[in-house]
């Protein structure tokens, strides 16, 4: 944790907490009037791919999803021979550039017998020379064959990928999509945009790929350096020099990238702060009229003087202080030496060439060559390390990516089917809640408190009471949105955690108060009310006119096909069109919304929904349209039992067979509309205060 002491400013670039005043771990550093205190490395950091020590625990972790990872690739349609071919490459682009490696050695052995013997083994030149020429082409070849062969196979990972997470993310319900660890773990599967996003998977079968090629190259080049260095003179004195040389730059290189670790800063110097504060004085419009006013443009001249000579030179901003910083830590006698180290192969070379003056030309090759040979080695070395982290890096995205899978989902699923008796569905269900209460996850107080009611089969119950009084909550209870805290709900006499989650959802049908529109066509919206159903375009049609949204989509130039929100926008400058359509379009939405609903109750002779459920449908209306609406949905719903919520007090309550009158999570009222009047409770007093106005 952050202890503020007197702190003014903090900055940070990456998340994370930690005690400043914990020294084994936070190192502080004071950059003029900056205290900037950073996370410790550990000690083993400084080795290259050994600063992600503790992924390699990951890394265990992560080994039995590489296997299913490895297993679903293969399984992929033709990605087992794409990979194959890719390894193919990779391994290609290894071996032959050591290959190469070692044919250029052989001429330089052509070269010293020549210049030894005066005489030159034509065949054999040939040979090497075609040898070293093909090593090149084929070194080309394996790296255009990896290239080529990249696209399809990574398309196809990420498509088959892409299906798999989309599922894993559909199938979770409310309370655990709601649930923070859950968003965080799908925010790290997901990225926010698809757009050159290459899949995790294959990113890991990549780095594994760099791993194997680094490592066989690593091994090829160092063997193939050896055959070279055996038959020159000092070649061994030359590869270690030169090996010392590009290893030493390759390790401050490597300490100069060092990522931004956990860090923050503060300052506790107060002339600084003062200083600061009347520089936004003035530069602060809104304190001008006082500045004038109070005639204190020479006192806030002086103040802010006096604060800066005090602070003196030491008055910068902190992230010029860090760059400052950085760049004095550059600097260290080994930087100084760094460079001229660079030459000592060449001096060595020259001295050499000094002592045996017929051998200048192989010696100036091999220099060449050896210096050549080596800075691949070291730069593979060091790729060869980098990898191991990313590796570990890897294998835990591929653990994440198969995680998401198994998020398990808070309401469990029942095993009774439902309905047992298909003409009981026909005949529609009864509904019956037992002393329900339920708190929302996290939330203190109770949303429902002791809710007792029962509906018989096919009756009509209308939930009335002012907004936050419960009466969605008990709708979202009846399709298991969440469950109960205590006591039970029983849905066709059974309790409704013992039915099989997906047989309780089909038999109800339910249009939420906060409905959202998908982003897809007018047609899908209302189709996905009955995914069985979903081709039928005349089903779809006949939903729409009973929703009452026909004569409003064919009035749109793409009538049923339009999309009122376009996920994809067109890339052009302007858009003029589309935001036309869907501001015309937001007037017939609650009408689709409606026919989603029909689509799945009422329009088909033989659905199978007993149930149906609205929550305020008619909150956005006017009285009129209300007024239809009601209408329609007596005459349509049948023989459905019907649960209708809604803060109004009118026309519907009158036909209801039970009303619940809420307040504040509890029942307070319940009975028919006549009972409720002869009461002369609350539900009374209020419906002859609203009621005739929507009459
Ligand atoms: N997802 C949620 N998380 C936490 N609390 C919630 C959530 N949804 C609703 N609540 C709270 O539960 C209580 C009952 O809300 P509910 O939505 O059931 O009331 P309502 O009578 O339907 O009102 P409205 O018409 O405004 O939806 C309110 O206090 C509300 O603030």
């Given at each position: 944790?952050?202890?503020p002491g007197?702190q003014t400013?903090t900055?940070?670039?990456r998340?994370?907490?930690?005690?400043p005043?914990d020294?084994?771990?936070?190192?502080h550093?004071k950059?003029?009037?900056?205290?900037?205190?950073?996370e410790?490395?550990?000690?083993?950091?400084?080795?290259?791919?050994?600063?992600?020590?503790?992924?390699?625990?990951d890394?265990l972790e992560g080994?039995p999803y590489v296997?299913?990872?490895?297993?679903?690739?293969?399984?992929?349609p033709?990605c087992?021979?794409?990979?194959?071919?890719y390894?193919v490459?990779?391994?290609?682009q290894?071996i032959f550039?050591?290959?190469?490696?070692?044919?250029?050695?052989?001429?330089?052995?052509?070269v010293?017998v020549?210049?030894?013997?005066?005489?030159?083994d034509?065949?054999?030149?040939?040979?090497?020379?075609?040898g070293?020429i093909m090593?090149?082409l084929a070194?080309?070849a394996?790296?255009?064959?990896?290239?080529?062969?990249q696209?399809?196979?990574?398309?196809?990972?990420?498509?088959?990928?892409g299906?798999?997470?989309f599922?894993?993310r559909a199938?979770?319900?409310?309370?655990?999509y709601e649930?923070?660890?859950?968003?965080?773990?799908?925010?790290?599967?997901?990225?926010?945009?698809?757009?050159?996003?290459?899949?995790?998977?294959?990113e890991?079968l990549?780095?594994?790929?760099i791993f194997?090629?680094?490592?066989?190259?690593v091994?090829?080049?160092?063997?193939?350096?050896?055959q070279v260095?055996?038959?020159?003179?000092?070649?061994?004195?030359?590869c270690v020099i030169t090996?010392?040389s590009?290893?030493?730059?390759?390790?401050?290189q490597?300490?100069a990238?060092?990522?931004?670790r956990?860090w923050?800063?503060?300052?506790?110097n107060?002339?600084y702060v003062k200083m600061?504060g009347?520089?936004?004085?003035?530069?602060?419009?809104?304190h001008r009229?006082?500045i004038?006013?109070?005639?204190?443009g020479?006192?806030?001249?002086s103040?802010?003087?006096k604060a800066?000579d005090?602070?003196?030179?030491?008055a910068?901003?902190?992230?010029?202080?860090?760059?400052?910083e950085a760049v004095?830590?550059?600097?260290?006698l080994?930087?100084l030496?760094e460079?001229p180290f660079?030459y000592?192969?060449?001096?060595?070379?020259?001295?050499r060439?000094?002592?045996y003056p017929a051998?200048?030309?192989v010696?100036?090759a091999?220099?060449?060559l050896i210096?050549?040979a080596?800075?691949?080695l070291i730069?593979n070395?060091?790729?060869?390390?980098?990898?191991?982290?990313s590796?570990?890096?890897?294998?835990?995205?591929?653990?994440k990516?198969?995680?998401v899978g198994?998020i398990?989902?808070k309401v469990?699923?029942?095993?009774?089917?439902?309905?047992e008796?298909a003409?009981?569905i026909k005949?529609?269900v009864a509904?019956?809640?037992?002393?329900?209460?339920?708190?929302?996850p996290?939330a203190?107080n109770?949303a429902?408190?002791?809710?007792?009611?029962?509906?018989?089969?096919?009756?009509?119950?209308?939930i009335?009471?002012?907004n936050g009084?419960?009466k969605?909550t008990?709708?979202?209870l009846?399709v298991?949105?969440y469950?109960?805290?205590?006591?039970e709900?029983l849905?066709?006499g059974h309790?409704?955690r013992?039915l099989k989650?997906h047989?309780l959802?089909?038999?109800?049908s339910v249009?939420?108060?906060?409905?959202?529109?998908f982003?897809?066509s007018?047609?899908?919206?209302?189709?996905i009310?009955?995914?069985?159903?979903a081709g039928d375009d005349d089903?779809?049609?006949?939903a729409a006119?009973?929703?009452?949204a026909?004569?409003?989509?064919e009035?749109l130039?793409d009538g049923?096909?339009?999309?009122?929100d376009?996920?994809?926008r067109?890339?052009?400058?302007?858009?003029?069109?589309?935001?036309a359509?869907?501001?015309t379009a937001?007037?017939?939405?609650?009408?689709?919304a409606?026919?989603?609903t029909?689509m799945?109750?009422v329009?088909?002779?033989?659905?199978?929904?007993g149930?149906?459920?609205?929550?305020?449908?008619s909150a956005?209306?006017?009285p009129?349209?209300?007024?239809?609406?009601?209408?329609?949905?007596?005459?349509?719903?049948?023989s459905k039992?019907?649960?209708?919520s809604?803060?109004?007090?009118?026309?519907?309550?009158?036909?209801?067979?039970?009303?619940l009158?809420?307040?504040?999570?509890v029942?307070?009222?319940a009975?028919?509309h006549?009972?409720l009047?002869?009461?002369?409770?609350e539900?009374a007093?209020?419906?002859k205060?609203q009621?005739q106005?929507?009459?």
């Open positions: 944790m952050w202890r007197r400013n900055f940070s670039d998340k994370g907490t930690f005690d005043t020294t084994r771990h936070v190192k550093t950059l003029e009037v900056w205290d900037f205190y950073e410790r490395e550990p000690k083993l950091a400084r080795i290259p791919g050994s600063s992600s020590l503790e992924k390699y625990m890394l080994l296997w299913r990872m490895v297993k679903d690739v293969l399984a992929i033709t087992a021979v794409l990979l194959l071919l390894a490459g990779q391994l290609g290894a550039p050591a290959l190469g490696l070692w044919y250029q050695g052989q001429l330089l052995n052509i010293q020549a210049i030894d013997t005066r005489t030159v034509a065949s054999h030149l040939l040979h090497v020379s075609a070293r090593c090149s070194q080309r394996m790296a255009i064959l990896s290239f080529r062969v696209e399809p196979l990574t398309a196809r990972i990420g498509r088959w990928y299906v798999r997470l599922h894993a199938r979770l319900d409310l309370p655990t649930t923070t660890n859950v968003q965080r773990q799908l925010d790290e599967v997901f990225p926010e945009s698809d757009l050159g996003k290459i899949p995790v998977a294959f890991a990549q780095t594994a790929a194997v090629r680094a490592g066989t190259q091994l090829a080049q160092g063997f193939a350096l050896m260095l055996g038959e020159h003179r000092d070649g061994l004195l030359l090996g010392l590009q290893g030493t730059m390759w390790f401050s490597l300490n990238m060092q990522p931004t956990v923050a800063a503060t300052t506790t107060e002339e600061q009347w520089r936004r004085v003035v530069s602060d419009a809104a009229k006082e004038v006013a109070g005639n204190l020479e006192y806030a001249s103040e802010f003087k800066s005090k602070v003196g030179d030491k910068g901003e902190f992230r010029e202080q860090q760059r400052w004095r830590q550059g600097f260290s080994w930087t030496f460079h660079q000592v192969p060449h001096i060595v070379f020259a001295l060439a000094i002592q051998s200048i030309p010696s100036l091999s220099l060449h210096q050549s080596m800075h691949g730069a070395f060091y790729r060869l390390a980098n990898s191991t982290s590796v570990a890096e890897q294998l835990a995205a591929v653990r990516l198969y995680e198994n398990k989902n469990q699923d029942g095993t009774v089917p439902f309905p008796d003409s009981e005949s529609s509904v019956e809640f037992r002393n329900v209460s339920f708190k929302y996290g203190e109770y429902l408190r002791n809710i007792s009611f029962k509906l018989a089969p096919g009756q009509l119950c209308v009335v009471g002012v009084s419960g969605s008990i709708l979202k009846i298991r949105l469950d109960p805290d205590e006591e709900i849905i066709g309790d409704i013992t989650l047989d959802r089909q038999a109800i249009l939420f108060q906060d409905f959202t529109h982003p897809l007018i047609r899908d919206n209302i189709a009310g009955d995914p069985s159903a089903h779809v049609r006949l006119r009973l929703g009452g026909e004569s409003f989509i009035k130039p049923f096909n339009t999309y009122l376009r996920p994809v067109d890339l052009k400058e302007r858009r003029h069109s589309s935001d359509a869907s501001t937001r007037c017939g939405m609650q009408g689709i409606v026919a989603r029909f799945r109750s329009v088909s002779e033989d659905t199978n929904v149930l149906l459920l609205f929550d305020e449908p956005s209306l006017d009129v349209a209300e007024h239809d609406l009601f209408n329609r949905l007596r005459e349509l719903r049948g039992t019907m649960l209708f809604s803060h109004r007090f009118g026309n519907l309550t009158r036909h209801a067979d039970l009303i009158y809420m307040n504040e999570s029942v307070v009222e009975g028919t006549e009972e009047l002869k009461r002369e409770g539900y007093n209020i419906w205060l009621a106005a929507f009459m």
